[in-house]
């Protein structure tokens, strides 16, 4: 396989290249996605409780683990940019500095499953809810390290633009996670029946065979003659103080956004369980949008990663503006689906399950259609300065608009109004406009192109 880095000046910057290294990221995010609407599913099926405890657990645990996560992630730029500057070993160095990351705090925010009853008893929620999202947050947060390892190794092969790598391991994980769902959940063959709990163990188990694959890769003789993956494993106090300079903003980027989110799912549960029932279920209707999207993210920060390196921020736009093309495009289709075709979407769940949600969900489905171009125009823009390494920009602009405009509205309404389902997606819809345009508009400036992570 080769690199971005690797293909000759005619294909450097076009609709080709961005292709080659973004139909795998979005294939790779699209089966992520396939196992979260699955596993949604069989939640749905096994009881509206769980149903109703899903996200809101599942985000929380996010946000504690959001911060390593993010900050492991940025390893993707790292790589990137040493590839396009051609220094192999540093490339393999800068993986070992975000995994001994992932692991260290990873161990440490295992301790938070001890206190998941404690923390889902003060949110409030719907005493019938609670139990569940209990049980899922504390299988989760024990299950830390493998789920924030594994990202921190696959930035060893998509930094390098082999996304295909990605999406052959990110396949085989959620296939994993589809058949323990399945079985654990339900207790069908050998297996218990679990509910909720079995969906949170085969999620990790998900993520433990992704970190077995990535590493078996890694280590095969020819990684480690070109790159030297072993013996470039020693910690590096100098390359991961960069990393941590430049990876934590991006780190608290990722929390400030998952954070806001998981604020905002609690207020809505104040609402009622209907509520919470019905949002829980129009994101992850949303999703099925939005987390491809996140592969061609994923592409366009390499890119432009590997035009830093080689110093050639022009090529860098070119690619930019074809990916919001093609995201926007994208998401344009998407948003028709949501208005035109609702009962689409909502035919994959069980009837019996949505009834008393169907009016509901289809009203939010509105405000979905409304910011999803906006979400392709924040994930390509914010994706491409990050790759530079404008991350502090990304930071405050992301936990700025998030709070100002989606949290602190929602909970005001909730105290003055004793809140409002529509009120809030209002909220929600109106961040997700300005986020998308500051992202662009920052990406205009052009102040990125003179960044650089790795130095000069």
């Not at 509105?366 to 502090?392: C, E, K």
């Not at 205009?444 to 960044?451: L, R």
Request: net charge positive; proline share 3%; aromatic share 14%.
């Amino acid at each position: 396989m080769t690199s971005p880095a690797d293909h000759s000046n005619s294909r450097a910057g076009t609709l080709r290249e961005l292709l080659v290294v973004a139909l795998p990221m979005i294939a790779s995010s699209s089966s992520q996605t396939v196992a979260v609407v699955i596993n949604r599913r069989f939640l749905t099926d096994y009881s509206e409780e769980t149903l109703a405890a899903v996200l809101p657990a599942g985000m929380l645990s996010w946000t504690l683990i959001s911060i390593v996560f993010g900050t492991c992630q940025y390893a993707n730029t790292f790589v990137a940019q040493f590839e396009g500057a051609k220094q192999p070993d540093r490339v393999s160095a800068s993986v070992w500095q975000a995994a001994y990351l992932a692991v260290g705090f990873g161990a440490f925010l295992m301790l938070a499953g001890f206190f998941a009853e404690p923390i889902f008893q003060f949110i409030g929620h719907d005493s019938t809810v609670i139990p569940h999202e209990v049980e899922y947050f504390r299988v989760l947060a024990f299950g830390s390290i493998p789920q924030i390892l594994a990202v921190s190794l696959s930035c060893f092969f998509s930094g390098r633009g082999q996304t295909a790598v990605l999406m052959l391991v990110n396949l085989a994980a959620a296939l994993t996670n589809i058949v323990f769902d399945y079985y654990l959940i339900f207790g069908n063959g050998p297996f218990p029946e679990m509910g909720i709990r079995g969906a949170g163990i085969a999620t990790v188990l998900g993520s433990m065979v992704s970190v077995l694959l990535y590493a078996c890769l890694m280590f095969r003789p020819a990684m480690q003659r070109q790159y030297g993956t072993w013996r470039n494993r020693g910690f590096d106090k100098q390359l991961c103080g960069r990393f941590i300079k430049f990876g934590l903003p991006a780190g608290l980027h990722l929390f400030a956004d998952v954070a806001s989110f998981a604020v905002f799912m609690l207020l809505v549960g104040r609402l009622g369980k209907a509520e919470l029932a019905a949002t829980n279920l129009t994101f992850n209707l949303n999703a099925m949008a939005f987390i491809p999207m996140l592969g061609l993210g994923i592409a366009v920060s390499t890119l432009v990663g590997n035009r830093i390196g080689e110093q050639q921020p022009e090529l860098a736009v070119r690619t930019t503006w074809k990916a919001f093309a093609l995201g926007g495009s994208y998401m344009l289709v998407f948003a028709a689906a949501y208005l035109l075709m609702p009962d689409l979407f909502l035919g994959m769940y069980a009837e019996d399950r949505i009834t008393l949600m169907r009016d509901q969900v289809t009203t939010l489905l509105r405000f979905v259609a409304i910011y999803s171009f906006f979400d392709a125009m924040g994930i390509v823009f914010g994706s491409a300065v990050r790759g530079a390494g404008d991350t502090r920009f990304a930071l405050f602009w992301s936990l700025g608009s998030s709070w100002v405009l989606m949290v602190i509205p929602t909970a005001l309404m909730l105290y003055f109004q004793r809140g409002s389902l529509l009120g809030s997606w209002s909220a929600c819809t109106v961040y997700a406009v300005v986020l998308g345009l500051g992202f662009m508009a920052r990406f205009m400036a052009g102040h990125w192109k003179s960044m650089s992570v790795i130095g000069k």
